[in-house]
């Protein structure tokens, strides 16, 4: 199955995603959630973070996080996954983060926090921000039996494109993962994600080490992006027949 680039769900759905770029409308939550005074508090394994309407628009229209339904009507509330938080307070440098209703943390102490809980956080966030970064709106992808899937701007207006599996590889570049480790693995995950038209994107964060102590020593790692497709032979045999060069003797 070929890929034929974005699936828009709606007529004129491209134009309104390239009338309002994404990078624009991050930057706006940027200045809007630096100016708030709400924390965002860990709850389970995810945080909550009450907002205002005009947060709560931004927070909606840049895909972070999923809004709470609640019985008060005056209240807003997001759930945002470990990786949109520690995004928001590291990388936009814009979203306060209190642990156990005391004050603020800095980033290194919330690092830190995020470690205690997964030792494997620094390899998904490190994917998560290769993500981000570019502009791709990033959700889980547990429904498609993968790490995440990604959207090239907002989910209400396009399909997602590519569903994400994220790997590693120590300092010496020996694999530590378990993921992908034989073909079959590989296949079924083609196969599954060709079948909802997805095109399976590896993401292998080399150098990757287990005691990450900062979050500035993911610097030193690299992520190796590989496009997985199925070879497909109707699609690529020639039916061509070859001709000799004429006047060529053999």
């Known amino acids: 199955m070929e890929l034929s680039g974005p699936r828009w769900k709606g007529k004129n759905f491209a134009q309104i995603a390239n009338s309002n770029p994404m990078s624009k409308i991050i930057a706006q939550l940027q200045v809007c959630l630096s100016n708030s005074e709400s924390a965002a508090l860990p709850i389970g394994t995810d945080f909550l973070l ?61 690092w830190n926090f995020m470690r205690s809980r997964s030792e494997l956080f620094p390899i998904y966030y490190r994917a998560y921000v290769h993500l981000r970064s570019k502009n791709w709106i990033v959700k889980l992808g547990t429904k498609n039996g993968v790490d995440y899937v990604v959207y090239r701007h907002h989910p209400a207006l396009v399909h997602s494109e590519y569903a994400v599996i994220v790997d590693r590889e120590n300092d010496k ?73 004429k006047g060529e003797h053999h």
């Open 50 to 110: 009450e907002t205002v309407p005009e947060l709560t628009k931004l927070l909606n229209r840049t895909s972070f996080g999923r809004q709470l339904t609640t019985s008060y009507d005056s209240k807003q509330y997001f759930q945002l996954s470990p990786e949109e938080t520690f995004y928001l307070h590291h990388f936009l440098k814009c979203l306060k983060v209190s642990i156990d209703n005391a004050k603020l943390i800095d980033v290194n102490d919330l």
């Open 173 to 245: 570049g020996e694999k530590e993962g378990k993921r992908m480790r034989i073909w079959s693995d590989l296949h079924c995950a083609v196969r599954a994600c060709n079948g909802v038209a997805k095109a399976v994107l590896l993401l292998n964060v080399m150098g990757y080490e287990v005691n990450f102590s900062l979050p500035e020593l993911l610097e030193r790692t690299i992520v190796d992006e590989r496009q997985i497709t199925r070879w497909v032979p109707s699609q690529c045999r020639d039916d061509c027949k070859l001709e000799g060069n």
